[in-house]
């Protein structure tokens, strides 16, 4: 089974990446050909900054490698470095109905935010079907956000079957249930377009007050706390043991504890949750040629891999 996933560097890496994507990931790379990729070329659609954009590719390598990417199982590369990829973009766009990118609610939401309406934006779900389809994918782990990219990759590639013969294996989504939203400091997604976003790697004082900032209601601290939506509830059930956790929906329940104990107690556990990760980090910032060597090999094996399939391709649609 080859298993693929993608993360843009366009920011620095949240809770909500590492529960919805990266650990996912990290997990499944025991079951199966694991590749995972920087996605720089679908970070440019936003990052316009040159430098931002090299760091924030550097960093989320070191930090993927520090949460336990395991380079020896995981073929590693970034997305920009197997040139095939946009050759496929081009070809997958010759097919692809523009309804069907007008319908995507990614697109939608970036430009209601005010981001400007580029044909890269626009086109993204079609890149990511190319990211998909050049490793002959089977398994994709990611958020529920990119639940309907990888919709729209099933019918690109069901759309070239159709036009041209068997060119392409489908792929399946994985979206754990259990973290497949992952509630930001104001409850609602988090995500670094809201602001509301839990660093991973955060210095330690500023976790603490990111975390003590966590939006709450006002009821009086000798009274019962609502456990439904509680982001406080959320977070802590994805780092804390299931003793912990149920102690504290039952603290919830009994009242007499105000939301500044749950908030210490969340950070603490947070704070413990990633610090192996915290020191494989300090390792791998000491020591930057490691990290090149991983990429470098990553993106031979993985224009290794993507040959055959664009040769593949190639031959079917008449380029070859
Ligand atoms: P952001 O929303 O902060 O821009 P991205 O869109 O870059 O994050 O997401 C990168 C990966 O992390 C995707 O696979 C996405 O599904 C996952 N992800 C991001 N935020 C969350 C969240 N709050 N809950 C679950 N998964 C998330
Ligand atoms: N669009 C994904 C995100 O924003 C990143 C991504 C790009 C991806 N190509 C991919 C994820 C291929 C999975 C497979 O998170």
Redesign the pocket.
Known sequence: MRIL?G??P??KL????Y????RPAIELQEQGEALYFIADLHALTTVRDPAALRNYTRELAIDFLACGLDPARACFFRQSDVPAVTELAWILSTVTPMGLLERCHSYKDKTARGLAASHGLFAYPVLMAADILLYDSDLVP?????KQHLEVTRDLAIKVNELYGDVFKLPEPSIRAD??????LDGA??????GN?IEIFEEEKVLKKKIMGIKTDSTPVEEPKPTEDSAILGLYKLMAGEGDYAAMVEAFRAGGTGYGDFKKALFAATWEYFAPMRARRAELLADPGQVDEVLRAGAEKANALAGPVMARVRRAVGLA
């Open positions: 996933s993360i843009q366009s920011g949240h809770l909500g990446n529960f919805g994507m990266m990611v958020g529920r956000d990119q973290t497949a939203l992952v509630p930001g997604k988090m995500s670094k377009s809201y976003t």
